[in-house]
């Protein structure tokens, strides 16, 4: 028997990187949570202690922090694509990179240049991988959270002995969605597709009859697909946060499809991906990542 060093791979994860870009008095800002990791020939590292080849990950830190003062940070793709690249072509022994960034949101106070409103939990994602000289990029949303109070039912389903659920052909359907979806081709807007892909993936699921929050992520990942040709396969993680209609018999009371419990766990997870049979090759995109 032989122990081998299996796949690896380093750098620092979770950088909060906040910028602030003036105007004459009016001020932007960008607030990200960047994450850098290396591969590449770093078996000595792990073998013998030999770190000639380990770029720190406080240089990768670093790094981060320079490139957003020598160069507007710009689209959280594009910083991304510039860290991956910068890391490989630098670094000799360094074959590949991904730059993982989640950008949170703020909005203005109205009427105010330099004050800002952290609105809702929701970030937008990218996750860059860089294999030499190709790179890939998937995008995508997290902790979007959407709730709809009709237009969903859910019935049909198998009962057991252990059954107890109760059909239903009006319920409240919410969820908080995690969307990633890869880039094919080339010369991509990244704000405008953002955009265009979240308000496409809103507009389905508040539009969408459903039967069933599984039928609901497959409409939403097909509606993606079939308005935005610049995106090959879209992967969605969607809890059922489930409400559940009080029982108000013992207090005489009837509800009437009014009084909730919204229950925080369990939850059910619906996840799974929509692609396109005819998608460019994902080659490294999804390396690591989570399956949905
Ligand atoms: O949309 C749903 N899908 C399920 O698989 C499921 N299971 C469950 O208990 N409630 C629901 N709702």
Redesign the pocket.
């Known amino acids: 028997m032989a122990i081998v060093l299996g796949p690896n791979q380093y750098g620092k994860a979770e950088n909060r990187l906040v910028t602030v870009t003036r105007d004459g008095s009016v001020h932007t800002i960008k607030d990200l949570t960047v994450s850098t990791s290396l591969r590449g020939d770093l078996a000595e590292t792990h073998l013998t202690g030999d770190n000639s080849a380990v770029l720190a990950t406080d240089t990768q830190k670093n790094t981060v922090y320079a490139f957003a003062k020598e160069a507007p940070v710009g689209e959280i793709e594009d910083f991304a694509l510039r860290l991956g690249r910068h890391f490989v072509s630098t670094q000799e022994a360094i074959t590949g990179a991904r730059v993982l960034i989640d950008e949170h949101s703020w909005q203005r106070i109205e009427g105010n240049d330099h004050s800002f409103l952290q609105g809702s939990n929701e970030k937008r994602t990218t996750a860059v991988t860089v294999e030499g000289p190709r790179a890939w990029v998937v995008s995508g949303l997290k902790d979007l959270v959407v709730l709809k109070s009709t237009g ?1 039912e ?1 019935h049909g ?1 198998p009962r057991d002995r252990y059954t107890t ?1 109760k059909e239903t052909d009006d319920r409240i ?1 919410a969820t908080s969605v995690t969307a990633r979806w890869r880039y094919q081709g080339s010369g991509i807007d990244w704000a405008e597709s953002f955009a265009e892909v979240r308000g496409i993936l809103l507009r389905t699921f508040a539009a969408k009859y ?7 992520l497959y409409a939403m990942g097909a509606a993606v697909l079939e308005e935005r040709p610049e995106v090959a396969e879209v992967r969605l993680s969607m809890p ?1 946060k ?1 409400h559940f209609e009080v029982d108000l018999s013992p207090f005489g009371l009837e509800n009437g499809n009014e009084v909730f419990y919204a229950a925080d766990r369990p939850y ?1 997870l ?1 996840e799974g991906s929509v692609l396109r049979d005819d998608a460019e090759d994902a080659g490294a995109a999804w390396h690591t990542l989570p399956a949905f």
């Open positions: 969903s859910f389903f659920l359907l459903s039967l069933s929050l599984q039928q609901t059922n489930h059910g619906i």
